[in-house]
């Protein structure tokens, strides 16, 4: 059974980086054929993909981030994170990581971690 569980702080000040980092346990990240994946929530709305990490280390993002986002991950720790740079109010959200398993498909996914961006 594959388990995913995100971390990382809850309040982010505007103009900030958001750091977020998903721990994979149950199945590795480099295994072939899945994408490791950060969506999020915000209030109201409904799910947005924000990016994903292929098993091959290549990285793919959603262009409404404008580029402010970066996924990395750390095989030894079977780890992948989400650094979202100069937060507004915006960005806060439900962030979710996700195992994704072929077009719009997601077959895990963590419990989800809020995080308000505030001052």
């Known amino acids: 059974q594959v388990q995913l569980q995100e971390s990382g702080p809850g309040l982010v000040k505007p103009s900030q980086t958001l750091s977020l980092t998903c721990t994979v346990s149950?199945?590795?990240?480099?295994?072939?054929?899945?994408?490791w994946t950060w969506i999020r929530q915000s209030p109201g709305k409904g799910l947005e993909w924000l990016g994903v990490?292929?098993?091959?280390?290549?990285?793919y993002y959603s262009p409404s981030l404008k580029s402010r986002a970066s996924i990395s991950r750390d095989t030894s720790k079977n780890q992948f994170s989400l650094q979202l740079s100069s937060v507004t109010p915006e960005d806060t959200a439900v962030y979710y990581c996700a195992r994704g398993a072929g077009w719009d498909t997601y077959d895990y996914w963590g419990q989800g971690t809020q995080v308000t961006v505030s001052s």
């Open positions: 990490i292929a098993t091959d280390g290549m990285t």
């Open positions: 149950g199945g590795s990240i480099t295994s072939n054929y899945y994408g």
